[in-house]
């Protein structure tokens, strides 16, 4: 069984930042594939990141792209996400989310979820 707990979230103006912290009680976290979700009121859940087991490879939604990046500390059980230049359309419940199958899109992938944390942005 893996914990998620998410941070860092908040309210910010337009074009602001913020980083986000997911941290795992996971034994060997490592071996987890990680991603971030996003989920605004009324709207279906959104891939926004995806970063492989040693950080090697990730993937950004077209979105996000340029804006945002997700990055791992694996001696902190950590998944970050660098978020930048923060539009009103970022805002959304951001959730953490772990896979022991691979690196992909798909919510239904990720077997271990955190509770998420609220981003606001004003314009």
């Known amino acids: 069984q893996v914990q998620l707990v998410e941070s860092g979230g908040g309210l910010v103006q337009a074009g602001g930042s913020l980083r986000l912290s997911c941290t795992a009680s996971a034994r060997s976290f490592s071996r987890y594939y990680m991603g971030w979700f996003r989920q605004a009121p009324g709207k279906e859940r959104e891939f926004v990141g995806g970063?492989?087991?040693?950080?090697?490879?990730?993937l950004h939604a077209d979105s996000v792209k340029g804006r945002f990046t997700i990055s791992r500390d694996n001696a902190k059980n950590t998944v970050y996400l660098q978020m930048n230049s923060l539009k009103p359309e970022d805002t959304a419940v951001y959730s953490c989310?772990?896979?022991?199958?691979?690196?992909?899109?798909?919510?239904?992938?990720?077997?271990?979820w955190g509770q998420g944390t609220q981003v606001t942005v004003s314009s």
């Open positions: 989310a772990a896979s022991q199958s691979g690196l992909e899109y798909r919510s239904m992938g990720y077997d271990y």
């Open positions: 970063i492989s087991w040693y950080g090697r490879t990730t």
